[in-house]
């Protein structure tokens, strides 16, 4: 009777166990020389409400919101050099590793008063002052994306670290990084103006930041060897309870994740379906806004193309319908252009917006608009805006006056005209009511008083029978232009347009000057 062999080891065991060896001597190394009563004692002495604390607290945040509304990048970098905040976050964080509740009540309660202090001071400074237009500074801290979160993650690690090695010049650079008062400032500047999406978009915001900071904070600490003392462990409920903290502080991030996942997959299968369906056209994403919130994602693209794609918005939606499994809004623009790559380097060269309501307006439109402009004019309360489009900007009539119509669907509340160059408009298919929108339209931007020919113009229908007698009655094609005319507020000159040819069939035949 044979014996069993014991079974041998593989050279995958082996690899294995050194390896796990080998980590547990630089985890070793790693935790060599840490002092950790020391350091928990100055985290939580750093951590807590203090009057310095709530002084750098206002005026952190006075910093950040003049900043913000001046649109001033240098001044909302000096309210981040200020900004006591990181202090009892990264004291929340090593108050959960060490299942601290007293200390995480504490952490709790300073972050909670020194959100009520900074937004108060955000608060009253938008109502005084004049400046309640955002700037770019200001949307630009409106919501979450997956870098911002990296940010936070990476400078949750930074300050953990920085304290746990006494490196405090560290910490500098971290609150450069984390940029935790410049978002309170902003929620403070949507409910001052009662934009309650700015608000809610830049609350969304910090608390990715902080949960990110602080959770970071706790894997870093527990790394380092930070554990609850054998002789103070906390009761269980207590241990629960942080937990509990732990798993609630955790649900805003999830949110975000989810959020951001749903708007990079989102953003990745727009740009793949818009190459397949502008296949062949030569045509460039202009400008992509993806947004994703109440179980619905909103897709926005300008596509500069050199040919139109009549059904490119529907095959679009089905394409991301059917990639998502989440309802998809899609709003697409085609804008004909020569060279497409020229118009999406236009964009990226735009500058950035200025401090008042009128210049930060016409900085938008810029951006907006990736085509060679003669000017950009707006009023003084960023309400109205004209462009005027230069003859070499590579658009004809119907792509400008697509461009009016897809800006005035993205800039809401504000009326937006367009005025294209000076072009041949000889002829109207009477009978195209697209046709007839589009020459009212021009002939309006171009303050034209056109003579015109109508040529065998298709005549008002007869009234259905037993029509109500105070129905309006039918209008014809001549008398459906002239109505279109006259609401662009154009007026037709005296005399005879060209004359119409022998073919002409409900036409009509225009001559500008």
Known sequence: MTKARPPQSTDADEGLRSLRSFMRKMLALSRRGVDHPGVAAS??????????????????????????????????????????????????????????????????????????????????????????EPTAEILARTRPNFFDLLIAVFSGVAGAYAVVRQRGETIIGVAIATALMPPIATIGFGLGTGDLTIAAGAAFLFMTNLVAIALAATLTAGFFGFRPRLGERPAPWQGIAVLLVFAVLAAPLVLSLRSIGLESQATAETRIAVADIFSGADSRVTLLEVRSAHNETTVSALISTRTLIPDAESRLRERLNA???????VSLDQIVVADPRAASRAVQASPIAAPSAAETLRARLIDAVPFATDAVMTDDVGRTAIILLRPDAG??????????????????????????PLAALDTVDLGDPDAVARAAWALGRWRARPRVSFCRPEPAPEPAAGAAADAAAPQGAQARFVAALTAMGVALADGDGPACARRDSNLARIALG
């Open 395 to 420: 658009l004809d009539l119907a792509s400008a006056y697509a461009l009016e119509k897809g800006l005035q669907g993205r800039f809401d509340g504000v009326a937006i005209w367009v005025t294209p």
């Open 323 to 329: 990639a998502l499994h989440t309802p998809v809004k």
């Open 43 to 132: 985290v939580y002495e750093n951590g807590g409400l203090s009057g310095r604390y709530l002084v750098m607290t206002v005026i952190s945040a006075a910093i950040a919101t003049l900043g913000l509304m001046l649109g001033s990048p240098a001044v909302v970098i000096g309210a981040m050099l200020v900004s006591p905040m990181m202090g009892p976050i990264v004291a929340l964080g090593f108050s959960l590793t060490l299942l601290d509740w007293d200390e995480l009540k504490r952490a709790l309660t300073a972050v909670g008063i020194g959100l009520a202090v900074a937004l108060t001071v955000a608060l009253l400074l938008t109502w005084v002052s004049p400046l309640k």
